[in-house]
């Protein structure tokens, strides 16, 4: 799927992750994190959105995540919902999302 419009979730409250959602022409994931714990726990934060968005089929977006210590389910959750807006998706398929163990 291609995302076609900008779409945000989340907050910059302390234990949450905003994620914003953009297109992008370059046919591939770009993840710009910005987070104080980037060091410790970087490379499992873009893990989690890009297995996210694979799951998602998908393959061509702009990820900004500015990160404030967040757990893998809210980063999760909030990669869904904002690629979900993007695409005005109102249904959720819970069980599949579910059997994901991100």
Known sequence: MEITKTAVAGTVES????????PNDENKVVINLNSSVE?????RIREVIE????????????VEAVDKGAL??????RTIIAVNRSLGV?????????????
């Open 72 to 77: 893998d389910c809210t980063i999760q959750a």
């Open 15 to 22: 234990s949450d992750i905003m994620i914003t959602v953009s």
């Open 51 to 62: 297995q996210t968005l694979k799951h998602l089929d998908i393959d061509s977006v702009t």
């Open 90 to 102: 109102t249904n959720y398929n819970w069980k599949e999302i579910d059997s994901w163990n991100v």
């Open 39 to 43: 060091k410790q726990f970087g490379a």
